[in-house]
């Protein structure tokens, strides 16, 4: 399902209602949601003057399963054999990895040939190595793998006038996935219509004559002050591949200097605007668990521990309010389809419980059949997604804690800057579920929108 | 305020709304509460024949932040005077950790002089050092910490002749919490009534002389089969106290019968049932971060992965259906407080939203009136809470993701039996937030009650 299919669906008008500024704006809903779509369209995308030829593209590849399996056991001095081994025990298929693996990468050769095809030079770049030299080098950029490498590429790309593309090169995977756990992200929400990844001479030539429409995604900007902050992002999905080797990396960047100031942690006396951009959402949590590194060449042994997170937010400059929860998520328009979508949406079974009460409360006769309560479930799901070009925040507050010392008031809203002061011991800031910060007592965040931080990308017609 | 006033306002009956059984057990919500709350008494308690008095009890006590940090830093060949710095650095208060921790110590000494004076033998048992042998050894045991070290100690106690007792040792912690992340648990709900605390002999005499009440709570049981299980529970809190300590543990207990096997996992046949009772829930999800151990001298550095958990349910013998969410939670009526209290609830902005949408649907009079729309989000929220002695579960998916693949069918009720077979390859299921076991792919869980896993612990009025 493509992003304007679902923005038909959701008028931005219809979120106000979860601010609950009375029933008018739901009586909106009903019939123009389609006008409502074309006018965010102008906002969200306008044709290009010319045609798009970039002369300099890298292509970022996505780190397929197999590889991350492959990386992992052999690093440790595994086998092929014993690798095998090892994935059946798991209940992963050796052979169903290597083919997804083979469906991934001959998709990323077709994009290659058909970019070169073009006279366009071509840098193919591993996720792992993906980095602001490239970023620089490039006239645009190609994410070929799902959406959470799509979210990783765009998060580097700090300027509005580099334009991303995100190609599925395994469209198919979501039926595959059953022995993986996928990130809603990963159905491609972001990326071409999955016909392009086949057919992607057709792409390039309908950028090359302009028959596209450009779209700027809002994203999100962070500044951190204070202390108890560890400015070295970490890419998550490569870490997972190897401790030791990101270890290695982390020591170099940070860890020596830690020892020199002997300060384990960075301390910023003003806010510093970290080189990154979130295009889905920014969770701030306690890490939920610890991974306990036994010698690299047995399997590693990992513990879950829920803690709940204890700070302090200010919304758009009020007043500081103290908040335990098992987190707080803030996301873009593009985001709100996300991580978002799935801890604010509400099932029917809820949605039923509260008419029964009302009804029963009222006397009122309102109807609790099938169709009513879909249509009063969906109408509340579809008012928490935005439109991608949307300048304003959505948070929430994940799973509130409410005592006499925890305030209750607003568990959500939108916002036009947020501000998070961490009063946890061992938590993190995690950017597109991607990259992670440490964000520890002491530390401040600063959460906003800017219109410089739009993330240019393409909107093709299926 | 303790388990009682709670179940006063929760009514058993209340909860089969939250399975659309109609309106009339809602009507049944007003004003009879308390008679439902002796209803329920009359199950969850009973006047024992005699006194109790228990030749010899272990107190086990809960490990400090202070102790916490010390063991940490220590252990990491740090100084005092480091660890003063490196707490300073998190934003805590040395001196103020020293406070809470010499409160806690009075309490337990409090309580151990308590029992030997009125001849009673009694051994003091760390958390760290709790184990069969311990329970077997007393005739009751006393928790002497908050909620987290009651439900540790409860966990290991598989007999319901067993009396254990909860002693809040620092009844105050939460409103010195503004440095620590607590979870609903520490506020003491599984505890005798805080005055005991600097009060001890006056609650034992009660015991003598049985003026109290008898109160069985039920517990979960958990069965493993299949692959992808490490069977090897570990205490998450201690755990993170010493990462080494404990993967040296582990090494011992699990890593080396993995190696003579050839197999990281062990691969139970047939089901087998774990030497551990669930008082509170079973969660059962991906691990959401991952710890990255530099050299210990070193700070850790602490990341955190938001991945969904794929896995299939089946409840009360029902159908398998696959399932993708933020994991899965299964809990008591004791547990009903707790954390599935928190995944459940609806905030009055959801509550109002609904009514908002359904007024607009119907054009009926519904009142959206702040008292209204606070009646009935209590009404709901309380509809989640059911009674300690209730004979069932009540499972709920936390924030499902529903999508072509993934059924979007009831997502939470009760349930006498969930089995839960794991599709995710880094996943743990964690009894009462204290221990875990690794889950993964291949692995099958079967989560029920029974009869004899109540656990006896004592009713004193406050």
Known sequence: MGVWSLVVRMPRRSVVNLLGLGTRAVSLLNGNSLQTFHSSLKHASSLPKAGFKPEKVAVVT???????EQQRYLYAGLSEEDLKHLLALKGSSYSGLQERHKIHTNNVEHI????????IEVRIVKR???????????DAIISAGGDGTMLLVASKVLSKDKPVVGVNTDPESIQHSSHVCLH?????????????????????????CGEFRWLWRQRIRLHLEGTGINPTPVDLHEQQMSLEQHSQAHRITTMDSRLRTGNPYESFSKPNLLPIRSLNEIFIGESLSSRVELNSIKPHVKLLLHRASYYEISVDDGPW???????????????????????NKLAEQAVEEVLNIGKSQTGL?????????????????????????????????REPIVNRVFSSSRQRGFASKVSVRSRCWDACMVVDGGTSFEFNDGAIATISLSEEDQLRTVDLEN
Chains 1, 2 share one sequence.
């Open 62 to 68: 996505k780190t397929t399963r197999y590889e991350f």
């Open 112 to 119: 290659v040939k058909s970019l070169r095809s073009k006279g």
């Open 128 to 138: 792992g190595e993906y980095d602001e030299e490239v970023v620089r080098w490039a």
């Open 184 to 208: 809603p992200r990963s159905e491609g929400h972001l990326c071409l219509p999955v016909r392009y990844t086949h057919a992607f001479p057709e792409a390039l030539k309908k950028l090359c």
């Open 321 to 343: 309010e103290k908040q335990k929860s098992s987190g707080l998520s803030i996301c873009t328009g593009t985001g709100s389809k996300a991580w978002s979508y799935n801890i």
């Open 365 to 397: 006769d309102i109807p609790l059949n099938r169709e009513f309560i879909e249509k009063v479930t969906d109408l509340y799901n579809e008012s928490l997604v935005f439109s991608p070009d949307d300048r304003r925040m959505f948070f929430s507050i």
